[in-house]
């Protein structure tokens, strides 16, 4: 059987090879892919060559293995249908809609245990949206808002909206967000944030303590996530944090870098910078939780988000190519691009 597979082959290039796909082994089952999502975040590091060569893909996931070589196979939010089981699967796995982690390409294999046996009242383009929920769970975990607190969120990208999603559900003073495109402030809005504001505006600091001002609230913020993939954001956080404050660093730079400004308000306002990182648990939180509970409570409000409203694009997946080149080239139009599959 032949089947199509997407490769990042070299910086700013993806190509679709036909490979020969194995016969099912006695464990698995044949899946048809239905839906993937492009990760704007790491897969354009990627796709930019922006990612450090000699590091590990994932060693978590079974499909991404390996370090970040061209050509590499890679992609993680993927929705397909079981086609055809081993003969020592389950037959009830047979027609089931299934979530992975996995690369872009129409057919392949996996072992139940890499499956996610989607809820029939579970939307398949809702569930392509299902790590990047879990990473914004983990944030909002990572960061655990206090009730009147004023929170911002920079970074408004899919990761960014569904943190802002999720804290506009909590009781705090005020929630200010902050991008450079003005789809995502607009959808931000739309999500519940207070306030959402250029980050490429001269007088930022100035206009964000006068708005907290005008809301009768203090003037600086107590907690922060990053997620905007820039790291030069690092500095705008420390600059409006205060004292004590935490500031969430959930974006991976890749090879980015940004110096930082730590001789002032970060030494003497005690700052805190934590990274959270999906793929584990909080320490604090170990004893208690694991990453399948922190999995259920996306299963449960995922439907009452329904991120498919943040798909702008869709593109079938024989012009992957032209997908990738619109989320680089034009970022101002598309929020979230999905590949579609015969």
């Excluded at 590091?55 to 590499?72: E, N, Q, W």
Aim: charged residues 20%; hydrophobic residues 40%.
């Amino acid at each position: 059987m032949k089947r199509k597979s997407l490769y990042f082959t070299e910086p700013f290039h993806v190509e679709i090879h036909d490979e020969t796909l194995a016969e099912v082994e006695p464990t698995k089952v044949l899946i048809k892919t239905l839906y993937s999502a492009i990760s704007a975040g790491t897969e354009m590091l990627l796709y930019r060559g922006l990612v450090p060569a000699d590091l590990a893909v994932d060693t978590t996931i079974k499909s991404l293995k390996g370090r970040f070589h061209y050509p590499l196979k890679y992609g993680y939010a993927l929705v397909g249908k079981v086609v055809e089981c081993g003969r020592k699967v389950p037959p009830r796995w047979l027609g089931k809609t299934v979530f992975t982690l996995h690369p872009h390409e129409d057919y392949f294999t996996a072992s139940t245990g890499e499956l996610l046996q989607l809820p029939e009242n579970l939307a398949p383009l809702d569930a392509v949206f299902i790590p990047n929920l879990d990473t914004a769970v983990n944030l909002v975990m990572d960061g655990a808002p206090v009730i009147g607190e004023n929170v911002m969120v920079f970074g408004q990208g899919i990761v960014g909206l569904l943190t802002t999603a999720l804290l506009s559900r909590f009781p705090l003073k005020s929630l200010v967000t902050i991008d450079n495109l003005e789809l995502r402030r607009e959808t931000s809005l739309a999500l519940g944030a207070h306030v959402s504001v250029d980050a490429g505006e001269a007088d930022l600091f100035r206009r964000v303590r006068d708005w907290w001002r005008q809301q009768g609230a203090q003037p600086f913020a107590d907690l922060i996530f990053e997620v905007s993939g820039n790291p030069q954001a690092l500095d705008q956080a420390i600059e409006l944090a205060g004292f004590h404050a935490r500031i969430i660093a959930g974006s991976w730079y890749g090879t980015r870098e940004a110096a930082l400004m730590l001789g002032g308000k970060f030494h003497r306002n005690r700052l805190r910078i934590i990274s959270s990182q999906v793929s584990t648990i909080g320490p604090n939180y170990t004893d208690r939780w694991s990453k399948s509970r922190r999995l259920g409570i996306v299963l449960d409000i995922i439907g009452q988000i329904g991120p498919a409203r943040f798909i702008t694009h869709t593109f079938p997946f024989s012009r992957a190519a032209q997908a990738f080149k619109l989320i680089h080239e034009k970022p101002e139009e598309c929020i979230q691009v999905v590949l579609t599959y015969d």
